[in-house]
């Protein structure tokens, strides 16, 4: 005999609770479709709240249906729905609707970074207390990581500026595509998210930092590529962003 939450998971994602009979005493009735409405739509409006940049983007009709098509691919497989939305800057992007907004998947995900950001797990940052009275060379070799909390957007288009001004402008702005590519740092190092564009010569030193390296190879990287850039005004505002990991 068939599992009844096996069932159920089934028919909540079909529509067709025909199956569930075998548990009943007769069809189910209209109430299963009130149910299943109840949480699809309970799951259409935790990804509104989690992505309300592309919320305003779209439009409340619009992004409704996206909602519940994404529901139908990627039902929530978690007991709260807190993070739930992870696939969904990927589902945008082969959503046939959603194809001329060719800027909405990185718009996507920087509403998912600014949600990871937010949920991230309480770490201190390191500060500049804690490398003051440092050696050069202990302070150079230093691979702290990068904090829990730092998300790091790239997009070939402005799609950080894009993001920014649906997410907080009272009036939305018009953004130029030709304004070319953007980089985003999202990050929560106390309590608050905070997010700002990026410069190239800070997107190669967090890039380093974040795959293991140290500041002196970052250092070295940054100078490597952008002779114009000075290394160590970098790493200092960075540093003062909070965007390391701390001290053990």
Same mark, same amino acid.
């Given at each position: 005999?068939?599992?009844?939450?096996?069932?159920?998971?089934?028919?909540?994602?079909?529509?067709?609770?025909?199956?569930?009979?075998?548990?009943?005493?007769?069809?189910?009735?209209?109430?299963?479709?009130?149910?299943?409405?109840?949480?699809?739509?309970?799951?259409?409006?935790?990804?509104?709240?989690?992505?309300?940049? $592309?919320?305003?983007?779209?439009?409340?009709?619009?992004f409704q249906g996206m909602?519940?098509?994404?529901?139908?691919?990627? =039902?929530?497989?978690?007991?709260?729905?807190?993070?739930?939305?992870?696939?969904?800057?990927?589902?945008?992007?082969?959503?046939?609707p959603a194809r001329p907004?060719?800027?909405?998947?990185?718009?996507?995900?920087?509403?998912?970074?600014?949600?990871?950001?937010?949920?991230?797990?309480?770490?201190?940052?390191?500060?500049?207390?804690?490398?003051?009275? +440092?050696?050069?060379?202990?302070?150079?070799?230093?691979?702290?990581?990068?904090?829990?909390?730092?998300?790091?957007?790239?997009?070939?288009?402005?799609?950080?500026?894009?993001?920014?001004?649906?997410?907080?402008?009272?009036?939305?702005?018009?953004?130029? +595509?030709?304004?070319?590519?953007?980089?985003?740092?999202?990050?929560?190092?106390?309590?608050?998210?905070?997010?700002?564009? +990026?410069?190239?010569?800070?997107?190669?030193?967090?890039?380093?930092?974040?795959?293991?390296?140290s500041f002196e190879t970052?250092?070295?990287?940054?100078?490597?590529?952008?002779?114009?850039?000075? =290394?160590?005004?970098?790493? $200092?505002?960075?540093?003062?962003?909070?965007?390391?990991?701390?001290?053990?």
């Amino acid at each position: 005999m068939p599992d009844f939450h096996d069932s159920f998971a089934a028919a909540l994602k079909n529509g067709d609770a025909h199956a569930l009979s075998a548990f009943t005493d007769g069809e189910p009735d209209s109430r299963f479709q009130v149910y299943r409405n109840n949480v699809v739509k309970g799951a259409a409006d935790t990804l509104g709240d989690a992505y309300p940049a $592309i919320k305003r983007l779209v439009g409340e009709s619009f992004f409704q249906g996206m909602a519940r098509a994404f529901w139908a691919e990627h =039902p929530p497989a978690e007991r709260t729905l807190t993070l739930y939305g992870e696939a969904f800057p990927a589902f945008i992007e082969r959503f046939e609707p959603a194809r001329p907004l060719i800027y909405l998947a990185d718009v996507a995900r920087l509403d998912r970074a600014w949600l990871e950001a937010h949920h991230a797990p309480d770490a201190p940052p390191l500060t500049t207390k804690d490398v003051a009275g +440092l050696p050069p060379e202990d302070l150079a070799a230093m691979a702290p990581g990068l904090h829990p909390s730092v998300r790091i957007g790239e997009s070939r288009l402005p799609a950080y500026a894009i993001w920014r001004t649906n997410r907080e402008d009272a009036e939305v702005k018009r953004i130029s +595509l030709e304004t070319g590519a953007e980089t985003a740092l999202i990050h929560r190092p106390q309590m608050e998210v905070r997010h700002r564009r +990026l410069s190239p010569a800070e997107t190669a030193f967090l890039s380093i930092i974040a795959a293991g390296g140290s500041f002196e190879t970052a250092s070295s990287s940054v100078a490597d590529q952008f002779p114009g850039a000075e =290394p160590a005004p970098v790493f $200092i505002a960075l540093m003062k962003e909070g965007v390391f990991k701390g001290l053990e």
